[in-house]
């Protein structure tokens, strides 16, 4: 018994050790194997060169200038006089580097454990560095890298829509390693909605290096994924003529074909993208932020305004969505109309009322008392739900970030929002687009082309061979009848934007809308100067249309702010653009 024991003994012993024997010789070599991999081995990312963005007719709209950065060789002491040499010599060439700033550059990045040159200078233009580059490159201590700056050729024109590159910061970073390699990312617009499409793909070198972290052979190379270039439907000739065209108003307009293409979008005032790309100065900043305008503001995508007499086309399809037949009652406006024990007016825009007025008439002469009295049969909720339906208090689905959604009120809206019980009386403001009822001008454009077509489109920036569409429920009979009023709006005697849009190369169909300003929001307020108080209270003027009649084939909503009348301040303007467009073709497939 015992010698069985002590075999046993002896057989456990000898288990363990060859086990120890084997993790130390075979198991423990990879690990090893692999560090010491680790530790000769070097891979260096290679950036990829960001797509460039172009419009429908191959023009740029964002490109990459190619220039230089500079950088220093580490482990200088900061007034060790090879540094400072070289940073006086950056600077003899280079008139607007900072001596102090670069050195501050360098030590705050320089570090024991950095072996890596460290830049000092992100971008010098190609042109500028032809001259010093010779001699700048005899010097050991600097490190010239070829380097590249986005920059918007049409600056002002197009911002709002291909948005800007600025450098990351830590939450870019930490989310996409591509942007943590390059520094840059989109801040807004096109850049920002398809970055990870236009930022490519990183390539790299793997080397072997010494002890001492110098280079001994490179072991392998993979160019970078790069010039995603990305297309886009604007038409920048159209945008800057439109741009132009609003001098010095402030608005939006969206122009946009049937089937959710956007061939311009346009935010008056707008700002300079290439201003972003380097980082902006805090004098230029502090001029956009306390411009009452408020030219940062993307006005076609966040701009919230009253809707006014543009919602009731869609006001009524919702009334026979909800009761059907009440379209086909006529009703009589003699001016205004009273409500409830008090006998409260709410009147009509036209104080002489406009008589027996049916569905067509409603429309053409934008008459206030047709609404009002139908609301009151259908009741705020099922007008927003409709209205909702119809593409209006939420998002297009556009291809632009941040996209704000207006509001459809209703009563547990108001509730939540206010903590108050919805009045009638807020029903009948509702339904003239009026009181909390608010809409982007993209939401507009949108909803006019599903009033056009019956299909509410997805409108898209760049290209997409997708074309998305939503078919709301809408009574045939009675759309047609709506259209027929748009006609008159535009074409016949009593229109409200007769006098503009009937004389064109195309026939046009549209509303005019009138947004009253009720406040002012604070911020706004306290940009404002005394003496122009008076026309920053002066309501918005709508118009939105579409073109032909017959084929509609292209949308075009313009909203000017503080212009008053639809048909005098918008019309002028809708008119340019439907000339422009058929001069250009747009009209002839």
């Not at 009147?347 to 027996?356: A, D, E, I, P």
Request: aromatic share 12%.
């Amino acid at each position: 018994m015992r010698y069985k024991i002590v075999i046993s003994i002896f057989a456990v012993f000898w288990i363990i050790l060859l086990g120890r024997i084997y993790q130390v010789s075979i198991n423990s070599n990879y690990y090893y194997e692999n560090l010491a991999k680790k530790n000769s081995h070097k891979t260096i990312p290679i950036p990829p060169l960001r797509g460039e963005i172009y419009d429908r007719n191959g023009e740029l709209l964002a490109i990459n200038q190619i220039g230089f950065s500079i950088s220093l060789e580490p482990h200088l002491k900061s007034d060790e006089p090879k540094l400072l040499t070289a940073i006086k010599e950056l600077k003899n060439n280079f008139n607007d580097l900072n001596e102090s700033i670069m050195l501050k550059v360098y030590v705050k990045n320089n570090s024991y454990y950095n072996h890596d040159y460290i830049k000092v200078v992100d971008f010098i233009p190609y042109n500028d560095m032809i001259g010093a580059y010779a001699s700048l490159s005899l010097n050991q201590v600097i490190k010239i890298e070829a380097e590249s700056k986005r920059y918007y050729p049409y600056g002002k024109y197009t911002s709002h829509i291909v948005g800007y590159t600025g450098k990351s910061n830590k939450e870019d970073n930490k989310k996409d390693p591509i942007v943590a390699e390059v520094g840059k990312v989109g801040k807004t617009g096109i850049e920002k909605y398809y970055n990870e499409f236009l930022e490519g793909e990183l390539g790299f070198d793997t080397i072997k290096v010494n002890a001492i972290n110098q280079e001994i052979e490179k072991i392998e190379h993979k160019d970078p994924f790069e010039n995603r270039d990305l297309k886009l439907n604007i038409d920048s000739k159209l945008q800057k003529m439109i741009y132009e065209r609003f001098g010095d108003d402030a608005g939006a307009v969206v122009v946009m074909k049937t089937n959710g293409e956007v061939l311009a979008a346009v935010s008056a005032p707008s700002f300079d993208s290439n201003d972003f790309v380097g980082g902006i100065s805090y004098a230029d900043w502090q001029k956009l932020l306390y411009n009452a305008d408020t030219p940062f503001t993307n006005k076609f995508l966040n701009g919230l305004y009253p809707p006014g007499s543009t919602i009731k086309m869609g006001m009524a399809l919702a009334f026979e969505n909800s009761v059907p037949g009440t379209l086909d009652k006529n009703e009589f406006c003699k001016g205004y109309i009273e409500v409830g024990a008090n006998k409260q007016k709410f009147r009509c825009w036209n104080l002489s009322g406009h008589g027996n007025v049916d569905l067509r008439k409603a429309i053409r002469e934008s008459c206030d008392v047709y609404f009002y009295n139908k609301s009151m049969i259908v009741g705020i909720n099922d007008m927003s739900k409709n209205l909702k339906e119809f593409g209006l208090g939420v998002e297009t689905g556009v291809d632009l970030p941040h996209e704000s959604s207006g509001i459809m009120p209703d009563k547990k809206w108001k509730m939540k929002r206010y903590k108050k019980p919805w009045y009638f009386g807020e029903t009948i403001n509702s339904s003239i687009g009026q009181g909390y009822t608010l809409v982007t001008p993209i939401e507009i454009a949108r909803y006019t082309a599903m009033l056009a077509t019956s299909k509410l489109p997805t409108p898209r920036v760049a290209k997409d061979e997708k074309v998305k569409f939503a078919t709301p429920n809408l009574s045939t009979k009675h759309l047609k009848i709506i259209q027929e009023g748009m006609y008159d709006v535009c074409n016949s005697p009593g229109g409200t934007a007769l006098r503009y849009m009937s004389h064109l190369p195309i026939i046009v169909a549209g509303k005019t809308g009138t947004s009253q300003v009720v406040s002012l929001p604070k911020d706004i307020r306290d940009k404002i100067k005394e003496e122009d108080m008076e026309y920053y209270h002066r309501s918005h003027a709508w118009l939105t249309t579409y073109a032909p009649y017959n084929n509609p084939k292209i949308i075009v909503t313009v909203i000017v702010e503080h212009g008053g009348h639809g048909g005098s301040s918008a019309g002028p303007i809708a008119a340019d653009i439907y000339k422009w467009l058929h001069k250009q073709g747009y009209f002839n497939n």
